[in-house]
């Protein structure tokens, strides 16, 4: 008898890029240009940066559309923001001075957890898309707690303006 295979080995479906007129008009954006800093010798933005690009959007998103400071969250409340997990997907290279818009959406909405999905547009044409688990924990006990009531409010009624 064959034994099943585990679920990582199963082949996934190939993503296909987004064209940005299937935004929500009410998704939040914010522009970002690549910096030499940014990227490999051969002017291509390094994976890791993209990641922390993206992680500088979701802070941006916190203050910018959510109207929660995401640093006092950290350093104040002790509410920890970290990521579970971290899945991207490339579509085109993205190169030294590309002007990106990155569009932020929100997936799912848990007890501790939230799924961002964050689009990196240049142009018309989605070269990357990013999508992030981000479990609220407590600082002091290092344990996931319930998103902070705040936070959800503002999290629901972003997910829903995009709907």
């Not at 910096?35 to 959007?57: H, K």
């Not at 104040?76 to 959406?105: E, H, I, N, Q």
Request: some cysteine.
């Amino acid at each position: 008898m064959e034994s099943a295979k585990p679920p990582f080995s199963q082949p996934r479906e190939r993503p296909v890029p987004i064209h940005p007129r299937y935004f929500s008009d009410d998704a939040w954006s914010t522009l970002r240009t690549v910096r030499f800093s940014d990227c490999d010798p051969a002017a291509i933005v390094y994976t890791p940066r993209f990641i922390d690009m993206v992680n500088g959007v979701i802070e941006d998103f916190f203050i910018g559309q959510l109207r929660i400071d995401y640093h006092a969250l950290i350093r104040t409340d002790r509410v920890g923001l970290g990521y579970k997990s971290v899945d991207t997907d490339f579509f085109k290279p993205a190169f030294m001075g590309d002007r990106l818009s990155f569009t932020v959406l929100i997936e799912h909405i848990g007890r501790t957890s939230v799924i961002f999905s964050v689009h990196a547009i240049r142009e018309l044409d989605e070269v990357m898309r990013c999508r992030l688990v981000m479990v609220t924990t407590s600082l002091n006990t290092n344990s996931a707690i319930n998103i902070p009531a705040n936070l959800k409010d503002a999290l629901i009624a972003y997910r829903d303006a995009c709907r």
